[in-house]
């Protein structure tokens, strides 16, 4: 198995741009994770997904941020538009039902100019 | 919310020295989980412990938590050079899969 597929794994872009994050999660996981990490704040839980359909959306910061789920195997995080502040490495994480144990994929690490 | 908030420590130690790191947390937990990252990667799950477990044993790995005192402590034993990392806590409140991460700790393992 491949893993948790992110891409881009780097991004830069200009303050104002919209961003397009891209995660695959594991075959056969039903749930999906997004996470911003920051030094200043650590890892954050941005929101989750169980069976494409989003559980708990409260970590999202503000309006500018959306996530989609369209399907089992695909999972976009978009900002619109982008902000200095939002520059940090996000990851995308699956975890199959029953289990614990989340899967990270490894991130994609956001420039916004 | 809750939060798993390591002791902010830097450690460096020695090949095949013992590293022990710590975790406090504010809240009753259904579960705590340590996760590995190494320098520019996603992070890894290496253990989980329940609320109601004292102890848990996983190869060089070993954790213990203490719900009276809400803390938690993953010791790493004979370290290597592979071992050098951040290691994050992690609080599971609810069983809702909706994981609390502390700030991390870092530990450098000098060959």
């Known amino acids: 198995d491949a893993g948790v597929i992110q891409s881009p794994r780097h991004e830069v872009t200009e303050m104002g741009q919209e961003v397009t994050l891209r995660c695959k999660p594991i075959?056969?996981?039903?749930?999906l994770f997004w996470y911003r990490q920051t030094m200043m704040r650590g890892l954050e839980l941005l929101i989750y997904?169980?069976?494409?359909?989003?559980?708990?959306d409260s970590g999202m910061p503000e309006d500018r941020f959306s996530a989609k789920m369209p399907n089992a195997s695909f999972s976009t995080l978009k900002i619109q538009p982008s902000e200095p502040r939002d520059s940090a490495v996000y990851f995308c994480?699956?975890?199959?039902?029953?289990?614990?144990?989340?899967?990270f994929g490894p991130g994609t690490r956001l420039t916004v100019l | 919310s809750q939060q798993g908030e390591e002791d902010p420590q830097a450690l460096s130690i020695q090949e095949g020295e013992n590293a022990t790191m710590n975790c406090s947390y504010k809240?009753?937990?259904?579960?705590l989980q340590w996760y590995r990252q190494n320098s520019g990667r996603g992070l890894v799950h290496l253990i989980l412990?329940?609320?109601?477990?004292r102890e848990k044993h996983s190869g060089r790995l070993r954790v213990t938590l203490d719900t009276s005192k809400k803390s938690s402590s993953l010791l790493i034993t004979a370290s290597r050079a592979a071992d050098t990392a951040s290691y994050f806590c992690?609080?599971?409140?609810?069983?809702?899969?909706?994981?609390?991460f502390g700030k991390g700790n870092q530990v450098v393992v000098i060959p």
């Open positions: 994480a699956s975890m199959p039902s029953g289990y614990n144990e989340q899967f």
């Open positions: 075959s056969g996981h039903d749930y």
């Open positions: 997904f169980n069976n494409n359909v989003p559980i708990d």
């Open positions: 809240t009753s937990i259904n579960n």
């Open positions: 412990i329940r609320s109601n477990e």
């Open positions: 992690a609080t599971d409140a609810n069983g809702n899969n909706r994981l609390a």
